[in-house]
């Protein structure tokens, strides 16, 4: 069973400033990482997903990976109240994903 | 359907009784998974098939968990005499291949062990 490790929330931030969330995860052999977003009560919903070494940017979203660290982090900009939720990072290996235990994100208004 | 749908959403079931969880895919999806998810915590993987075929069921916690897919759509995840360590949310997903495309997640079942 992969390891993924977040950092510990939560993580409270003002409206319109930058949220930073981080992970790392134990398998070098991994190629494919993703960000969930769960809002209380609800199902993880995909936001991001990245597979190579760098920056992917989407709207007010970017991820970022580094192999070599084994590391990925997500940043939300202009964070917004509707931000506010559990942002899970998750590993795939082959066919099944790994989670970590989620961050959660409070946008203060 | 339009999403993966999971019935039903919330269940009680006293100690030591029998329940089963349901699972409709998204029509068309060829992989389906299965994963626990307690109080606090990411998703833990279950189970995970391939049209009918159960190809990794490692991450079942005990020989009290089951679970099938027997035409290749709708799935059943069975637990037998529940323990009130097994409360938690069971999620499913589906996904239209084997892998390199987004796995959609239902809303899952709430299970609450009394």
């Known amino acids: 069973q992969k390891e993924v490790e977040q950092n510990s929330g939560p993580l409270s931030v003002p409206e319109g400033a930058i949220a930073s969330l981080n992970c790392t995860y134990s398998?070098?052999?991994?190629?494919?990482f993703f960000w969930y977003r769960q809002y209380s009560g609800k199902s993880p919903e995909l936001i991001m997903s990245i597979y190579s070494n760098g920056d992917k940017e989407d709207g007010r979203f970017t991820a970022q990976l580094n192999k070599a660290s084994q590391y990925v982090s997500l940043l939300i900009r202009d964070s917004q109240p509707s931000d506010s939720a559990t942002y899970l990072c998750?590993?795939?290996?082959?066919?099944?994903?790994?989670f970590g235990a989620g961050t959660t994100v409070t946008v203060r208004a | 359907g339009a999403g993966v749908s999971q019935s039903p959403r919330y269940k009680v079931a006293k100690r030591g009784q029998d329940v089963a969880l349901r699972c409709d895919p998204i029509?068309?999806?060829?992989?389906l998974f299965w994963y626990q998810q307690a109080l606090g915590q990411g998703p833990e993987f279950l189970t995970y098939?391939?049209?009918?075929?159960?190809?990794?069921k490692s991450g079942l916690p005990s020989d009290r968990f089951f679970a099938e897919r027997p035409e290749g759509s709708v799935s059943t995840l069975k637990i037998q005499r529940t323990q009130q360590e097994d409360s938690a949310v069971y999620l499913c997903a589906s996904r239209y291949q084997a892998g390199g495309t987004e796995a959609f997640f239902g809303q899952g079942t709430r299970l609450t062990v009394v």
């Open positions: 398998d070098r052999v991994s190629q494919s």
């Open positions: 098939f391939q049209n009918e075929a159960q190809l990794d």
């Open positions: 998750a590993v795939r290996d082959d066919y099944k994903l790994s």
């Open positions: 029509s068309g999806h060829v992989s």
